[in-house]
């Protein structure tokens, strides 16, 4: 930022006085995206950003003041005239600077951290030990599969209310009840494979937060116990089915910014899930990980001849799917939502519209919205016709 402003100075042979009163007027008119402090190094001064904060509202007065009155003072309009085009245009030529100082530091920034995570994940998952074979245990042909939603578990959280408790040490305890709910619904239809489908907020994230060094460690930190909790997940359930099919989408938490809008949908922590979990299970040959060939933000898996889209839902409105099929080039059966935590199976539209609740529960979000479910998820068992059964699994944890 110093270069650039230094560069600009140069440029326009701007003197000491003017550059100055130009960064303090530009950062109350809110064109220099400068914080105080930023400012008071740059005009190396030796005061406090607070105390040069209140200062600068002064001059900022003063400043409007005089401009006023020397508007007042023109009495010319042909003079007028010939300042208002030459203002227009050093106003304009300002704005594309600042425009685009703004669009490089923002491509930087999100550039920057998002190689850094990737680097310190797959350093990590280098040293990861990858799980060891395991005997299966046969499976018969059968003329359905389950479709199992994991979705909004939001690892790495901690809730304690009167209606929820919950943090990493709960969310193990959710999985190993989940799992025994799948077992005995796949024993009772007899399944034959299954689909897990993890469309979003599988962590926590970072969304609320500053974003520094020490909360991006603790971002991997989540993105790696999250994964090793679904690689357990999968590799238990490898046992019980003859494929185990597990694709993800990442969600709204797992964003690089807090501001949505300024937050690219291609960089999102949820995508860096896979990668770990195919590293820990490449030993086992039963389990599959869906790669997504339309979009980051959606996954396509065919059960039984069918199109399933799975999304997660801050993108969508149940109600009016159609905006999201219509993007899509195959023929689609159904779809499979997150993000509002609550289970529901439906039609819209013609289409079977699918939502798996949350693993996480009741949050301060939900109390403050109030907004109440039981932590849940959903099982659904598919034949060649679509959808044959529905289980609701409620988390007793």
Not at 166 to 185: D, G, H, S, V
């Amino acid at each position: 930022m110093i270069i650039i402003e230094s560069e600009y100075q140069k440029q326009t042979n701007e003197s000491d006085f003017d550059y100055k009163l130009r960064l303090i007027v530009g950062k109350i008119d809110k064109i220099i995206d400068l914080d105080w402090e930023e400012i008071r190094d740059l005009l190396k001064l030796e005061c406090s950003s607070d105390h040069l904060r209140k200062t600068g509202y002064g001059i900022y007065e003063y400043h409007k003041q005089h401009q006023e009155k020397l508007q007042s003072n023109i009495q010319d309009s042909e003079i007028l005239t010939q300042i208002d085009t030459k203002r227009i245009e050093f106003e304009k030529s300002k704005y594309r600077f600042f425009d685009q100082r703004v669009a490089y530091n923002k491509s930087i920034r999100f550039e920057a951290r998002w190689d850094e995570l990737k680097t310190i994940l797959l350093d990590s998952i280098s040293l990861i030990k990858p799980y060891e074979i395991i005997n299966y245990i046969p499976i018969e042909n059968s003329d359905n599969d389950l479709l199992i939603g994991l979705n909004d578990i939001h690892f790495g959280i901690d809730i304690d209310n009167f209606w929820n408790k919950y943090n990493p040490e709960i969310a193990k305890l959710r999985f190993e009840q989940y799992l025994q709910e799948i077992i005995t619904i796949q024993k009772t239809h007899k399944s034959e494979n299954c689909y897990v489908c993890a469309n979003g907020d599988l962590i926590s994230g970072i969304i609320h937060y500053t974003i520094a060094l020490a909360n991006r460690e603790n971002v991997v930190k989540q993105i790696m116990g999250v994964s090793e909790l679904i690689s357990w997940f999968l590799s238990e359930l490898s046992g019980y089915f003859k494929t185990v099919n597990f694709s993800v989408v990442p969600g709204n938490h797992s964003r690089l910014s807090i501001s949505k809008d300024s937050a690219p949908k291609d960089e999102r922590l949820d995508d860096l899930i896979p990668f770990y979990i195919k590293a820990r299970l490449q030993n086992l040959n039963n389990i599959n990980i869906i790669k997504n060939c339309i979009d980051n933000t959606m996954s396509l898996i065919n059960i039984r001849g069918l199109n399933y889209l799975g999304v997660h839902g801050d993108l969508e409105k149940i109600d009016n799917i159609l905006k999201t099929i219509v993007m899509i080039p195959y023929k689609i059966y159904g779809i499979l939502f997150g993000h509002l935590h609550h289970n529901e199976s439906t039609f819209v539209q013609g289409y079977k519209v699918l939502m798996s609740g949350g693993i996480i529960g009741v949050d301060d979000y939900c109390i403050e919205k109030r907004l109440f479910s039981k932590p849940q998820q959903i099982v659904c068992v598919c034949d060649n016709s679509g959808v044959k059964a529905t289980y609701d699994i409620i988390f007793t944890m």
